[in-house]
C-alpha cells in the first residue's frame, strides 16, 4: 500500500518516517515538499488562491502516483487540502484530525498551543468543527508562541523548547486537554515529565490513523 504525503516544511520529515516504520511498516512513504507554502501563508496570514492552486495541484500529482490514502502533514495549509481533497480519488486525511477528535473526546476546555500565526485559526477551527460532529460543546482558547518555529528552524532548539514548554504549562493550568498544533513540538514531550492534564501531538495520533483507514 502507498501513502503520499504533502509537506510544506522537512522539520517533521523524519520523525514521521520513523513512525511509519514503527507502525505501519508495509506502507510506502511517497513525500511532496514544498517550503513555499508555509512561507506564504505566513506572510498573509492565511491560506490565498495562490496556495489553494498549489495543494491542488500537489494532490493532483499525488493522484498520478496511485495512493491508497493522501495525507496533508501542514495545519496551516489545512483549509487548502479540504478544498484539494475533494479531486481525490482515493482516502485523505490531515495531519491533526485525530488529534482534534481525541481532544474533544477528552474535555470541554481544549487549549491549542501554536508557533506559527497562521496555524492558530485553521487549528483552533478544525477542534470546533470536530465538536459540532460530535455533538459537543466546547470552549476552545488559543496560545500562540509567536516565532518559535522560526527560532527552532534557525537551529536554536532549546530556545524553542523553553518558550513553548511555558506556554504549555499556562494552557494546562487553564485547560481540560492541551493540544499542540505544529507536530514540531513533539519532541518537546520526554522534556514535559508529569502534566495534570492531556497534552496531545498529531504524528502519531495521525499514523495510527492511517493504519485504521488502511485497515492494516
Known amino acids: 500500500m502507498k501513502v503520499v504525503l504533502i509537506h510544506t516544511s522537512p522539520v517533521s520529515l523524519n520523525d514521521l518516517k520513523a513512525l511509519f516504520k514503527e507502525i505501519v511498516p508495509e506502507v510506502e512513504m511517497v513525500n511532496i515538499i514544498d517550503d513555499s507554502l508555509l512561507e506564504e501563508v505566513k506572510k498573509n496570514g492565511q491560506i490565498n488562491p495562490a496556495i489553494i492552486s498549489r495543494m491542488c495541484a500537489y494532490v493532483q500529482v499525488a493522484k498520478t502516483l496511485k ?17 484539494a481533497r475533494k479531486q481525490a480519488d482515493c482516502k485523505t486525511l490531515k495531519i ?19 508557533t506559527v500565526a497562521s496555524t ?13 460532529e460530535a455533538n459537543k460543546d466546547v470552549t476552545v482558547t488559543e496560545y500562540l508562541v509567536d516565532g518559535a518555529l522560526d527560532i527552532l528552524m534557525s537551529g536554536d532548539v532549546d530556545k524553542h523548547n523553553e518558550l513553548v514548554i511555558k506556554a504549555i504549562r499556562k494552557t494546562e493550568a487553564e485547560n481540560d486537554v492541551v493540544v499542540l498544533a505544529q507536530g514540531s513540538m513533539t519532541a518537546i514531550l520526554p522534556l514535559l515529565g508529569e502534566t495534570t492534564k492531556p497534552v496531545l501531538t498529531s504524528p ?7 493504519k485504521k483507514e488502511l485497515g492494516l
Open 67 to 83: 495512493p491508497d490514502l493522501i495525507f496533508n502533514q501542514c495545519s496551516s495549509v489545512g483549509e487548502a487540502f479540504d478544498i
Open 96 to 114: 491533526d484530525e485525530a488529534m482534534a477528535e481525541k481532544a474533544v473526546e477528552l474535555g470541554n476546555r481544549i487549549g491549542v498551543v501554536a
Open 204 to 210: 502519531r495520533l495521525a499514523v495510527e490513523r492511517v
Open 120 to 132: 492558530v485559526k485553521p487549528s483552533c477551527n478544525l477542534v470546533r468543527t470536530k465538536a459540532k
